[in-house]
């Protein structure tokens, strides 16, 4: 064989692997070149330990490979100007212009070459450590014998190594220390509002009762609700009207605010009630019943005596003992304030212990009797049978609700969901799980009935949901929420086939139970001072004209306070104060123009200082006494069964802690 068929059978091998080679490499994946700019002149090829192969484009057909370091292309750069001296001022180019463009567009973002570690990033102190472990014990309400757990400790430990982490009696003694700060604060904060507002009530858990106590107020710069926590101190022995006025009169001294409370909201609880008779706050408002009226009596005529009477009857003096005189209670050992009954809790009285007397209409009752019983046997079979329960869902698509006594609206809920079912799914899904589960069918006319009943509660549970809020509630919304409350029943009273003596029964239990209270002229000023209602919700000029008269009247009052307070140090100044007629005049003006004023949001109060003011005072307090159920369910949370023999104290300090997270 010749030189020159070797040659070229040599360079046939070449060509052959070459282009094998080249074969390989398509089927590889594509390749995300490192340096996309330099794309004209090398193609990437792969990679090697820690190089890239790169193919110069120039070279070609040629096909010539180089190797270039992962953190620089400078091989690259080298064969340009060793092979391709013409091409270097267009890499450069090509370089500068990347550089460029990525100093500009990354800048500080850039990420770092090495990845730091968790710890390495900042240094953190074991007093910091400690704060948040502590706010995730109250936060997250959890027992302070977690941070025993070797599962936390390995948490934290691997978190922030190096890091002690606090037993349980050191979590117990940073809460209470936490607990005292936060009361601190809060005090000082209270300590600026004028106007407070408070609810109250029992709660039993686990053979221990504790009564709940919550504050409410306006920020006067804002006009915007706050709310906080109190107390919820464990009672011992009876419920006693005392007691619940003992413990209230001590939680309202402790933070300095007994007298800037203008009323204190409960449920209808006989303690209740008779504590603020005796010992609250007595007004044309109230309506209080006369306390020890036959004893006042019989007292006063003993005083009246006439001195023979007084002379004749000294011959025959008898000793008593002096210690049981002390001891009696004149009611005055206590200073409770003004009181209001929840409104939440009468409207469900309403809907349940009145809405019964509908029961006299005979077809009524032979009608809801009947419907009811069947809704209570597949309540009753769907909460004690898992079966019944999947039988239910299977066919309606969604669990039923069971009424429960205690909570407001669920047998409402309850009534509503079945009615949902039929509409949704037609009235044989109930008829299938009234077959399947073995209960009465209901007839067309108990669905009919069910239908309308819902109609006719739905408003009544509408208001309740309204009044039960806490941040854009006020006392305003009460009178004007009852009141439309009666026109939507009374408008239903129209159309009603079964449920009329229903309505009726609502009407009069709601005119029983708030009749007092739609005619309260202080209630009625406070709707009025509602910028979302001023006189807009009734049409009564009587109703109307209370109001008026009452907040035209504390307009006055609050004028000459504000000119006795800013009067001149002489006493001929002070005495003829009276006689200055501008600021009753001005308040009488901002009255007017706070009726005329189109806007209704409560941003418009800024605009008239004096009714702003009275505003907040007769708005500051809750309709309804469901914060402090929520209170208790936060309680709940914390005071489990497992947590059963916590000690009172520190479940409280926990729990105010949790609510009070504004202020700690």
């Known amino acids: 064989m010749s030189v020159a068929e070797t040659q070229e059978n040599s360079s046939e091998v070449s060509q052959l692997s070459t282009s094998e080679e080249v074969g390989s490499q398509e089927d590889q994946p594509t390749l995300v070149h490192p340096w996309p700019y330099l794309e004209e002149f090398f193609e990437m090829v792969g990679c090697k330990n820690n190089s890239f192969r790169m193919r110069c484009k120039l070279c070609a057909p040629k096909y010539h490979e180089l190797m270039a370091f992962k953190n620089s292309p400078s091989n690259l750069k080298k064969h340009i100007e060793k092979k391709h001296p013409t091409r270097l001022e267009r890499y450069t180019q090509l370089?500068?212009?990347?550089?460029?463009?990525?100093?500009?567009?990354?800048?500080?973002?850039?990420?770092?070459?090495?990845?730091t570690k968790l710890w390495e990033t900042q240094r953190v102190s074991q007093a910091s450590v400690d704060k948040v472990v502590l706010k995730f014990v109250v936060q997250g309400l959890h027992p302070p014998h977690i941070v025993q757990q070797q599962g936390f400790i390995d948490l934290v430990q691997h978190l922030r190594p190096n890091t002690n982490v606090m037993t349980r009696n050191t979590i117990v003694n940073k809460v209470t220390k936490a607990?005292?700060?936060?009361?601190?604060?809060?005090?000082?904060?209270?300590?600026?509002?004028?106007?407070?507002?408070?609810?109250?009530?029992?709660?039993?858990?686990?053979?221990?009762?504790?009564?709940?106590?919550?504050?409410?107020?306006?920020?006067?710069?804002?006009?915007?609700?706050?709310?906080?926590?109190?107390?919820?101190?464990?009672?011992?022995?009876?419920?006693?009207?005392?007691?619940?006025?003992?413990?209230?009169?001590?939680?309202?001294?402790?933070?300095?605010?007994?007298?800037?409370?203008?009323?204190?909201?409960?449920?209808?609880?006989?303690?209740?009630?008779?504590?603020?008779?005796?010992?609250?706050?007595?007004?044309?408002?109230?309506?209080?019943?006369?306390?020890?009226?036959?004893?006042?009596?019989?007292?006063?005529?003993?005083?009246?005596?006439?001195?023979?009477?007084?002379?004749?009857?000294?011959?025959?003096?008898?000793?008593?003992?002096?210690?049981?005189?002390?001891?009696?209670?004149?009611?005055?050992?206590?200073?409770?304030p003004k009181h209001?009954?929840?409104?939440?809790?009468?409207?469900?009285?309403?809907?349940?212990?009145?809405?019964?007397?509908?029961?006299?209409?005979?077809?009524?009752?032979?009608?809801?009797?009947?419907?009811?019983a069947k809704c209570s046997s597949l309540w009753n079979k769907s909460s004690r049978s898992t079966t019944a329960s999947e039988?239910?869902?299977?066919?309606?698509?969604?669990?039923?609700?069971?009424?429960?006594?205690?909570?407001?609206?669920?047998?409402?809920?309850?009534?509503?969901?079945?009615?949902?079912?039929t509409r949704e799914q037609g009235e044989g899904a109930l008829a299938a799980v009234c077959s399947e589960l073995d209960t009465p069918k209901f007839t067309p006319v108990e669905l009919a009935f069910l239908a309308e009943y819902a109609n006719t509660m739905s408003p009544v549970a509408k208001a309740l949901d309204v009044l039960q809020g806490e941040t854009s509630v006020q006392m305003g919304w009460l009178v004007p929420t009852i009141t439309l409350?009666?026109?939507?029943?009374q408008q239903l009273n129209v159309a009603s086939k079964f449920c009329e003596p229903l309505i009726a029964a609502l009407l009069s239990g709601l005119e029983k139970r708030f009749g007092e209270m739609l005619t309260d002229p202080e209630l009625i000023a406070a709707a009025i001072l509602v910028p979302k209602f001023k006189t807009c919700w009734t049409s009564d000029e009587n109703i109307l004209k209370l109001g008026l008269d009452y907040i035209r009247s504390h307009l006055d009052c609050q004028a000459e306070n504000?000119?006795?307070?800013?009067?001149?140090?002489?006493?001929?100044?002070?005495?003829?104060?009276?006689?200055?007629?501008?600021?009753?005049?001005?308040?009488?003006?901002?009255?007017?123009?706070?009726?005329?004023?189109?806007?209704?949001?409560?941003?418009?109060?800024?605009?008239?200082?004096?009714?702003c003011q009275l505003s907040i005072k007769l708005n500051t307090a809750l309709p309804a006494s469901a914060a402090c159920e929520r209170l208790f369910t936060v309680a709940g949370l914390i005071f489990r069964p497992k947590r059963a023999c916590t000690a009172s104290k520190n479940f409280e300090n926990q729990l105010l802690l949790r609510l009070n997270k504004a202020y700690w």
Not at 101 to 109: A, D, I, N, Q, V
Not at 346 to 365: G, I
């Open 485 to 489: 409350l009666k026109t939507k029943l």
């Open 95 to 115: 370089t500068s212009a990347s550089l460029k463009r990525k100093s500009s567009t990354e800048g500080s973002l850039a990420p770092p070459s090495k990845q």
């Open 340 to 372: 209001h009954r929840c409104a939440c809790h009468l409207l469900n009285l309403v809907s349940t212990v009145d809405a019964l007397k509908a029961e006299v209409n005979p077809l009524y009752k032979r009608v809801s009797r009947s419907t009811f």
């Open 391 to 421: 039988v239910i869902e299977d066919h309606c698509k969604v669990q039923l609700l069971r009424p429960v006594a205690t909570r407001w609206n669920s047998l409402f809920s309850a009534v509503e969901r079945m009615v949902r079912i």
């Open 179 to 336: 607990s005292i700060e936060m009361k601190r604060k809060l005090k000082a904060a209270l300590s600026e509002i004028e106007f407070i507002a408070t609810t109250t009530d029992c709660w039993t858990a686990h053979r221990r009762s504790f009564i709940g106590v919550t504050a409410h107020w306006f920020n006067p710069q804002t006009l915007q609700r706050s709310c906080a926590a109190l107390a919820c101190k464990q009672l011992k022995g009876s419920h006693t009207f005392s007691a619940l006025a003992g413990a209230l009169n001590d939680i309202h001294t402790e933070f300095n605010i007994r007298e800037k409370i203008v009323r204190t909201t409960t449920d209808n609880g006989s303690n209740f009630l008779k504590a603020f008779r005796i010992y609250g706050q007595t007004d044309e408002n109230n309506n209080p019943e006369p306390v020890g009226e036959s004893d006042g009596e019989e007292d006063d005529g003993g005083q009246n005596d006439d001195d023979d009477d007084e002379e004749e009857s000294f011959e025959g003096v008898e000793f008593v003992d002096a210690g049981a005189l002390l001891d009696e209670d004149d009611y005055l050992e206590y200073q409770l």
């Open 562 to 611: 504000h000119i006795s307070d800013h009067s001149q140090s002489s006493e001929e100044e002070d005495f003829f104060s009276s006689l200055k007629k501008t600021s009753p005049l001005e308040t009488t003006q901002q009255l007017d123009a706070y009726l005329g004023c189109p806007r209704d949001t409560v941003e418009v109060l800024k605009s008239f200082p004096a009714v």
